[in-house]
């Protein structure tokens, strides 16, 4: 008798197995691909005060590095602010963030611009940035990164051009928002609307990342938030907006996109990272240490 069970119980526990091995098989079928997801790593060295551990970030990188590492990732994207100050800092973060096994993007963010004036230039090249923004696509879909910091006062030297243009935009337009957030310029305007056109006539699905959020409404919104919803929601191809920038994350959902602000690594000392998994009819958020866990469902 004591056999008898002992053989159904195994029998239960290899029926449990297959189905849950079948279950995985079935939603690795289901899905096209995942991405890992860090925002605001923003290391410096020093301890930092309140919720800002600047000096732990680079161990919070190496730990979510390594466990990147571990699964099958189409690629990783940082989401700006990788340093918080200081041209050296590139040098802790960098060569730990490029042991990725998979290819690595950046978004430009506002802090690291944080550097002598004549460094501001040559950010976008250390970085390994192709240009300032720019666009590649995976399996169907087209990612497109943009610079926030194209009108702002912390890209460029305070005796530039580009400097006293972001003074004169600032005061025309009347911003009630910080400075330290930024806008995106009439030319990369211009080349946006172009992508998402080929886009659109591609039939593919977009995602966008920056590094400053657009919605909902938050005193971390680019300066021009307004102008550039017009413009993505006008096109039925964006799926979603992912960005950094707001440290306790945000989301919203209107008319279609989803706006998704990924939590700062660089608060508390417990890290924040995810993984995108990315479906025919969903994008789904797997969310590590303080990041949220989420399905969105991607509309037709």
Request: aromatic share 12%; proline share 3%.
């Amino acid at each position: 008798m004591i056999l008898k069970r002992l053989i159904s119980i195994e029998v239960i526990c290899i029926g449990l197995l297959t189905f849950s091995t079948y279950c995985q098989e079935g939603e690795r079928a289901r899905r096209e691909f995942s991405i890992g997801i860090i925002a605001d790593c923003q290391y410096f060295n020093l301890e930092g005060a309140g919720v800002r551990k600047y000096s732990m970030s680079n161990a919070k990188l190496k730990e979510c590095v390594s466990h990147f590492n571990t699964m099958d990732l189409e690629y990783t994207v940082h989401l700006g602010d990788f340093i918080d100050r200081d041209w050296e800092s590139f040098d802790v973060v960098a060569p730990i963030y490029n042991n990725l096994k998979m290819p690595r993007y950046h978004v430009l963010g506002n802090h690291d611009f944080s550097v002598a004036d004549e460094k501001k230039s040559a950010v976008a090249k250390r970085m390994n940035l192709p240009s300032d923004y720019y666009d590649f696509e995976v399996k169907g879909w087209r990612f497109i990164v943009l610079n926030g910091n194209d009108i702002s006062f912390h890209a460029y030297p305070k005796d530039s051009e580009n400097y006293k243009a972001a003074e004169q935009y600032y005061e025309q337009n009347k911003i009630a928002t910080p400075k330290w957030n930024g806008a995106i310029g009439t030319a990369q305007l211009e080349w946006l609307k172009a992508t998402l056109d080929k886009a659109s006539k591609k039939k593919e699905k977009v995602v966008l990342y920056c590094h400053f959020p657009i919605y909902p409404d938050n005193v971390h919104n680019l300066w021009n938030s307004n102008e550039i919803i017009e413009i993505i929601e006008s096109y039925p191809c964006v799926k979603a907006y992912i960005n950094g920038h707001n440290h306790e994350g945000n989301y919203g959902q209107k008319n279609g996109v989803h706006y998704l602000t990924i939590k700062g690594m660089v608060d508390t000392e417990e890290s924040s990272y995810g993984v995108l998994k990315v479906y025919k009819d969903q994008l789904e958020v797997i969310g590590y240490g303080r990041e949220e866990t989420r399905t969105l469902e991607i509309r037709k």
